[in-house]
């Protein structure tokens, strides 16, 4: 079993910045690909950016240029940078993680509890 712990989240103004932080404990060594997911009310959940264990990265394009994610596997840590953030950031932040190696990476079955962003106009 993985938990997860998100932290981070809070109110911030267009332009500004916030870094997500996710603490996975548990059985860490299992753990192979994390990402970041977002959702809002009546939206499905999407995700945001993942990392793989290796450290290959990918972003959707809305954030592409404007957050990092990065990851320590020493510390069991996932970040995610977020400047220049808008008002179309404004959602809940899950971290995701996948116990199972793939080849294509895809979400896995551990979700932190989420951590609100909220941006202000």
């Known amino acids: 079993q993985v938990q997860l712990v998100e932290s981070g989240g809070g109110l911030v103004q267009a332009g500004g910045s916030l870094r997500l932080s996710c603490a996975a404990s548990g059985s860490t060594s299992t753990i192979y690909d994390m990402g970041w997911y977002r959702q809002v009310p009546g939206k499905q959940r999407e995700l945001v950016a993942y990392i793989r264990k290796a450290g290959f990265t990918h972003y959707v394009e809305s954030v592409k240029g404007r957050f990092t994610i990065s990851r320590d596997n020493a510390k069991n840590t996932v970040d995610l940078q977020m400047n220049s953030l808008k008002p179309d950031d404004t959602a809940v932040y899950y971290c995701?993680?996948?116990?199972?190696?793939?080849?294509?990476?895809?979400?896995?079955?551990?979700w932190g509890q989420g951590t609100q962003v909220t941006v202000s106009s």
């Open positions: 995701n993680a996948d116990t199972t190696m793939r080849i294509l990476p895809r979400p896995g079955d551990y």
